[in-house]
């Protein structure tokens, strides 16, 4: 009973606070939704936002992950930059900085209406900031930030979480705290700072969902 109280209110402050989210960054020029489910997203995605036949590139992210976007995305109507099954990663995630769509989680986002993210080999920033006509961000209420201090500290702390999963031999790996590696294994090498979005109007998209998403 205490614990579905707990969530019941949980859930009432997600939305609250995701709404409110979601109308500071349409406020800077995004496209927003907001979704109370990662499956009403998933419909929105590929239901509304995502037009058949269109190229399609992807950063690393456990949001997207957890959508199962690869088995639509692999159906044969559209035209996947697959970076999960080629046999040159590297060029791969080049070819894919002109996509049509680029999708994404995000690492941090401020009520303000603020995106920040971290990156290895910067890839996936490169194609925030330029190159795929279309950005759609994915996140969970868990990554909005009072302000772009918070939001840089939050990305910055899942460096440990992503070197983890992707099996980078860091010290974050071994310890759970930052040892300010200088290795080629280390995977906090590119922060952006995506302010505004006004400059291309219809580019940035982003869907804020009301659950705990990604790290
Ligand atoms: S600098 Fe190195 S040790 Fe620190 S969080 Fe990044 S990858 Fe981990």
Request: charged letters at 20%.
């Amino acid at each position: 009973m205490e614990n579905h109280q707990e969530n019941q209110y949980r859930k009432w402050f997600g939305e609250k606070r995701g709404r409110l989210a979601a109308e500071a960054f349409a406020s800077k020029g995004w496209t927003s939704h907001y979704a109370e489910t990662l499956e009403e997203a998933k419909k929105l995605l590929f239901e509304t936002l995502l037009p058949k036949g269109a190229s399609v590139g992807l950063g690393g992210s456990e949001t997207l992950a957890a959508m199962d976007i690869l088995t639509v995305l692999r159906n044969g109507e559209y035209k996947l930059y697959d970076r999960y099954n080629c046999p040159d990663h590297f060029e791969m995630c080049r070819d894919s900085l002109l996509a049509d769509y680029f999708l994404t989680g995000a690492n941090a986002l401020t009520m303000s209406g603020e995106m920040v993210n971290i990156d290895c080999s910067g890839s996936r920033v490169a194609a925030m900031a330029y190159g795929p006509r279309h950005i759609i961000v994915v996140a969970g209420v868990n990554k909005l930030c009072a302000n772009l201090e918070e939001a840089a500290r939050r990305a910055m702390s899942a460096a440990p979480m992503n070197c983890k999963r992707n099996n980078h031999k860091t010290p974050c790996t071994e310890t759970g705290v930052c040892g300010n590696c200088n290795t080629p294994a280390r995977m906090c090498n590119q922060l952006l700072f995506t302010l505004n979005a006004q400059k291309f109007k219809g580019k940035y998209i982003i869907i804020i969902v009301n659950e705990e998403l990604g790290f």
